[in-house]
């Protein structure tokens, strides 16, 4: 087995147990910070080693390492990397957690990053229950009631969730006779379309696999746990939640609809690009519509973000209409809406963390003159939000307007409408809360502080928002490089 | 000089971008570099003006340079006959927007900021020849305008301005479709490539089940912008909430913007389209014109009247476009400049009574040409603008607007909708003079006594405004000759 092609992984991993270990023998906390951010690093720089190669199979077709997954690699280290900064100040406030925390947000990183190159369904079941279960724990860090609510909500119903992935992985796998997913895609290729009626267990496998992912990325009908653990988690594992793991939810959903689903566009495929496309509407209809009624800021993103889901899964629901099984014919589109999104959201919740003081109850009102009180954090959750919302200059206009492009151009002009009037929508609460930014009497005169760790991450967050809109050919040059084709 | 146009858009952004990152300004300074830039912006769309060839009909100081090339999105700009005069236009409404704003007290960076931010994005509009460029302009437009009311506005200001970015967003959310559909159809972005003339690459060889629902999307968009009657309901209240500097921005070059589109846009690109659809909009162009005239007629407030006449006098521009005539588009350009100028004259003379008088009501005003002759003055001049008086530019704007409506070819019956439309010219002239008589004129109210006329300022810019007025009304070849090609190329299409 060529381990040595899981370098970076294996780093994350190592780092994540010498955190665990500095945590314990080692009076300065801070050391904890820098070796977890200096393990990411690292990791990063073993990925670099790793990119620009012919893709490549690691343990017998287990995992993946394509320029997909070095994507996602750098991607998700990326992210980790600006929510550990983000969350200094936040994590110092909680001296016995330090250790606990970097350690586990490590893990869940780990878990994220395998699961974007993930091709096996032992190893994506796996995968995905890595980075959940090290949420699951970080999730209910804070040890009081919210906290612990949430957090119990969010094991029950991932463990319901994960009964039913595993169900219906187990079902593929009985119907297709193969674990991974090539060997599923030939096994379904070979099925005639006037037979499809007989392979029901294939269809409900699928289903339910499809269900099951569908909860990590918070896509609706399998929502409902997004609000609440939001809202109770500590902000930084929100910011987690909100991006690695709904990213990592969304490689792997990707990666297992184009790679099983490509059916040479019969009436199987068509069927369950419609349902995806179905989903998408409902998520970014309800998302929107739920999110107009939200008082705390941390509910309201949990809807926007479903939101989001809903136009990042547009374009999943194109792919059964794609013919090829291969990830690396896949659109820019999706991959520079992700940067967008992670952008937008580490701007937005690195606000929420820096100004934040009780991080379970924060209403949309506590941020009333944030712009007289500091115009960093005000500029900042202003572009976050526009760039939510679809406003250039910004690159969330970009990357949606590409996604729209791409899904018209596979027929599903219906859709683009839904999503066009859905950004309409969506126009009224993001531009309520930067009025109430600007225009609103402060609600405290207390100063806001914070270390220069949070700051610099909302410099990179806002300085990316605008450069990659101006000069996209940056994020192109970025994926030619990688290997990705358009 | 090959990037004055990138120059002329992108000045008053990078102004901006220097204005919020400078430590603090003593007030005076943001105001006068502020005005300085528009200054500047003004001078060098002047000197496109003045080197402007006449004889050509294409687009001239191109710029173009790949952005996105796997879109067919480019950094595409030029100008032509149609948009130079909005560009001088937009420039010169620029410069006497921040003039005016020298009184404001409260948050002067931020109000600066945002005028510059504005003016860059709707010169951008102007001299975009990409979709997506255009639409990027297009829509950042809407976050100053949301500052400016809501912020610097009066009344409900606040629920004016959510209103005023529901209904443009909402409309270029069509016209976002519209776009995504063209590129889905076509494959290009390009306004050049998707022209009639052009053959293979053109809208034109689409077939017109999917380029009919194209156009109206598009169409939409403009038409929240110009606006056209059904969707006209921000209009008075946006307008009426608005700082007056704002007030000038949105009547005199906002709303252009929509004509514009409709020009480059729907009439360029879809010459089928708007033929057979012509009938529908002339219908609408009339009853803008007859139904703000009338509305105008019953308002009690000063700047929600000025808010109906100018969605009136912008029903002229539909006409005109629609009648598809070279004359009726070339009285069309012409009237988008005059409306901008005169609208925004009896902008800020109205904007000059309610500040000194502290009163919006026009039941409430009388007698003030005895305590303020130069505005009073003003305000007849720009009314009689309005109104279409022989040697102002309104005449001549409206008068070629009728008189190439009226003998178009291309529409069936357009000699019908003229007549219609002659009966507006009425109305304003009756609405313009009661509303002059009953603010200005009657016995002197007592508690006006105190009331103190414009300043040397605002005798200024209002004095430069009645000087253009009256120049382009004695002369109005000044502008024709730029516009005359331009049109003649985007008519040629029309076949008729």
């Not at chain 2, 301005?161 to 529901?166: G, R, S, W």
Request: glycine share 8%; hydrophobic share 55%.
């Amino acid at each position: 087995m060529n381990l040595d092609l899981l370098r970076p992984e294996i780093c994350l991993a190592v780092t994540a147990v010498v955190v665990i270990a500095v945590d314990l023998l080692c009076r300065h906390k801070w050391l904890v910070t820098v070796v977890s951010i200096a393990g990411l690093l690292a990791s990063a720089g073993l990925a670099l080693s790793l990119s620009g190669g012919a893709s490549q199979s690691i343990g017998n077709g287990l995992f993946a390492l394509d320029a997909y997954a070095i994507y996602f690699k750098f991607l998700f280290l990326g992210i980790t990397l600006l929510a550990i900064l983000a969350s200094v100040d936040y994590v110092n406030r909680l001296p016995k957690l330090n250790g606990e925390f970097h350690a586990l947000v490590l893990t869940a990183a780990l878990g994220a990053m395998l699961t974007a190159a993930a091709q096996d369904i032992i190893s994506i079941f796996l995968s995905i229950e890595l980075t959940a279960i090290s949420l699951y724990a970080l999730v209910a860090m804070l040890k009081n009631s919210k906290s612990s609510e949430s957090a119990v909500k969010y094991i029950l119903l991932g463990a319901v969730n994960s009964a039913i992935l595993l169900f219906g992985l187990a079902l593929v796998f009985g119907f297709s006779g193969a674990t991974s997913l090539h060997g599923i895609w030939q096994a379904v290729h070979s099925i005639r379309p006037e037979n499809i009626a007989e392979n029901a267990g294939f269809l409900l496998g699928s289903a339910l696999t499809l269900s099951g992912l569908a909860f990590k990325i918070a896509a609706v009908p399998f929502h409902m746990w997004a609000p609440d653990v939001y809202e109770g988690s500590p902000t930084p594992i929100t910011l987690f939640l909100s991006t690695v793991s709904k990213l990592a939810g969304f490689s792997i959903l990707a990666r297992f609809v184009i790679m099983t689903m490509s059916f040479q566009s019969d009436a199987l495929s068509n069927t369950f690009g419609i349902t995806l496309a179905v989903i998408s509407a409902a998520s970014m209809t309800a998302g929107n519509l739920l999110a107009i009624k939200q008082h705390s800021i941390k509910r309201l993103l949990a809807y926007s973000s479903i939101a989001q889901s809903g136009y990042m899964l547009m374009l999943i629901a194109t792919a059964p209409i794609n013919s090829s099984p291969s990830t690396d014919g896949y659109g820019y589109s999706l991959l520079c809406y992700m940067i967008a999104f992670a952008l937008a959201e580490l701007a937005v919740f690195t606000v929420i963390i820096i100004a934040s003081k009780h991080a379970d109850h924060d209403t949309t009102d506590d941020y009333a003159g944030l712009a007289k009180r500091s115009p960093l954090l005000a500029c900042a959750m202003t572009l976050g939000l526009l760039s939510l919302m679809g406003m250039p200059p910004l690159v969330g206009f970009l990357g949606k307007f590409c996604v729209f492009i791409e899904v018209a151009q596979h027929g599903l002009v219906w859709l683009v409408i839904i999503a066009v009037v859905n950004s309409v929508i969506s126009a009224y609460y993001y531009l309520k809360i930067i009025r109430t930014i600007w225009m609103e009497a402060p609600a405290s005169t207390d100063n806001i502080k914070s270390s220069i760790a949070p700051k610099l991450v909302l410099l990179v967050s806002c300085f990316g928002l605008l450069l990659f809109c101006v000069l996209p050919m940056l994020l192109i040059k970025y994926f030619e490089w990688l290997g990705l084709h358009y | 000089m090959t990037h004055i146009l990138s120059v002329i858009i992108f000045l008053p952004l990078v102004a901006a971008i220097a204005l919020a990152f400078l430590p603090r300004l003593p007030a005076k300074a943001i105001k006068y570099s502020a005005t300085a830039i528009a200054l500047a912006v003004l001078a060098m769309s002047l000197h496109l003006f003045a080197n402007f060839d006449r004889s050509l009909s294409g687009m001239q100081f191109e710029v173009i340079n790949p952005w996105i090339p796997a879109l067919s999105a480019n950094y595409h700009l030029g100008v032509d006959g149609i948009s130079l005069p909005l560009v001088v236009l937009t420039a010169l409404l620029g410069l006497v927007s921040m003039l005016i704003s020298w009184k404001i007290e409260t948050r002067i960076r931020e109000f600066f900021i945002w005028l510059l931010v504005l003016e860059s994005s709707i010169l951008g509009v102007f001299c975009s020849l990409n979709l997506l460029l255009f639409f990027i302009f297009w829509e950042i437009e809407v976050i100053p305008v949301y500052f400016l009311i809501s912020i610097w506005g009066s009344g409900s200001k606040r629920n004016s301005a959510m209103k005023y970015v529901l209904f443009t967003l909402a409309g270029s959310a069509l016209m976002l479709a519209g776009i995504v559909c063209t590129y889905y159809v076509t494959g290009s972005l390009e306004m050049y490539v998707l022209e009639p003339g052009n053959g293979m690459g053109s809208i034109a060889m689409v077939p017109v089940m999917s380029s009919v629902p194209i156009f109206f999307m598009f169409l939409a968009g403009f038409a929240v912008k110009l606006p056209v009657v059904p969707l006209h309901s921000w209009q008075p209240d946006t307008y009426s909430d608005a700082p007056i500097a704002v007030n000038i921005l949105l009547s005199g070059a906002l709303a252009k913007m929509g004509a514009y589109g409709i020009i480059r846009i729907c009439i360029s690109l879809f010459p089928q389209s708007s033929q057979r659809y012509a009938p529908i909009m002339l219908t609408l162009a009339v009853i803008g014109i007859i139904y703000g005239g009338i509305l105008a007629l019953r308002q009690t407030h000063l700047k929600r009247l000025i808010a109906y006449s100018s969605m009136s006098h912008m029903g002229f521009v539909l006409l005109g476009i629609f009648a598809l005539g070279q004359t009726s588009m070339v009285g069309a350009s012409l009237q988008m400049v005059s409306h901008g100028l005169i609208t925004a004259l009896l902008f800020i003379t109205a904007g000059i009574v309610i500040e000194k008088t502290d009163k919006p009501a026009i039941a409430s005003m009388g007698g003030l040409a005895r305590q303020m002759p130069a505005t009073a003055t003003f305000f007849v001049l720009a009314g009689l603008g309005a109104l279409g008086l022989p040697a102002t530019s309104g005449f001549a704007a409206e008068f070629t607007t009728l008189l190439g409506s009226f003998s178009s070819t291309v529409v069936d019956s357009a000699q019908w909708f003229t007549a219609v439309a002659l009966l507006g010219v009425l109305l304003s002239a009756v609405y313009i003079l009661w509303t002059i008589q009953r603010v200005f004129y009657g016995p002197a109210l007592s508690g006006f006594d105190n009331v103190r006329d414009a300043g040397k300022l605002e005798r200024f810019y209002c004095g430069l405004l009645v000087i253009i007025i009256f120049v382009i009304g004695i002369c109005p070849t000044i502008l024709t000759s730029v516009i005359q090609n331009s049109v003649t190329g985007i008519v040629s299409w029309m076949g008729g």
